[in-house]
């Protein structure tokens, strides 16, 4: 024998409860990223191409010489670029610009600082961040997440008690926010650090940089719909 169906909407018989479960919690990254954006430029192609590729192995070596201190390094745009000269009878390229981007991904946030400050110490390479981020797959998610439906539950029951009555069943629940707030890359992403080569060296060995990691706010909502015991009102 299968049970009733209950309508999509309250009766007499099985008043509809509707209430929203929330949670936010604070919690420490898991991650810093970190943006690196090698240069080079001069008037040959070639010997601009050779520069670029030598300064983004010196970078990718001295990244991934951090071992397990990194998680994950990736090769993003790449591009050569000819500069035109002032117009003539014909058009001259001036100077050859070449760009590689990689982003790194931290764990050891102790290391973080001296990674960043040798890499800024580079010549012509620019170093973009720190962003703290959780990972997609974080357990903190799956927490709050938990959170949000047991305050719903509470929070329908407090209802229910208020009437004199009590929560009969759960007809719906429905995830209606999840996200996390902490530092994100446009610059609220939290300090956002930019320090070139020409800086570092006026530095003369500059000390590692003290990267404190920033606090996140993990956020989730959702919605719930429950039947009540019938009051008496």
Sequence with gaps: MTAPQLPPYGTPDAPLLAVRGEAELEV????ARIGVT??????DRRTTLDDLTRRNATALDLVKSYGDAVEDVSTGAVSI???????????????????VH???GLTDFTALGELTTRLADLDLTQVDGPWWVLRPD?????????????DAVQRAKEYAEALGTTVAALVELADTGMGSAGVRPQGAFGGRMTRSAAMAKTEQAAEPLDLEPQRMQVRAEVSAQFTMVPPNL
């Design 81 to 99: 670029t000819p500069e035109l000269g002032q117009r003539g009878r014909g058009e001259r390229v001036r100077t050859y610009h070449g760009r």
């Design 38 to 43: 090698v240069t080079a430029r001069g008037r």
């Design 102 to 104: 990689l982003t790194a």
């Design 138 to 150: 974080s357990p903190v998610y799956r927490q709050a997440r938990r959170q949000a439906v047991r």
């Design 28 to 31: 420490d990254p898991e991650l």
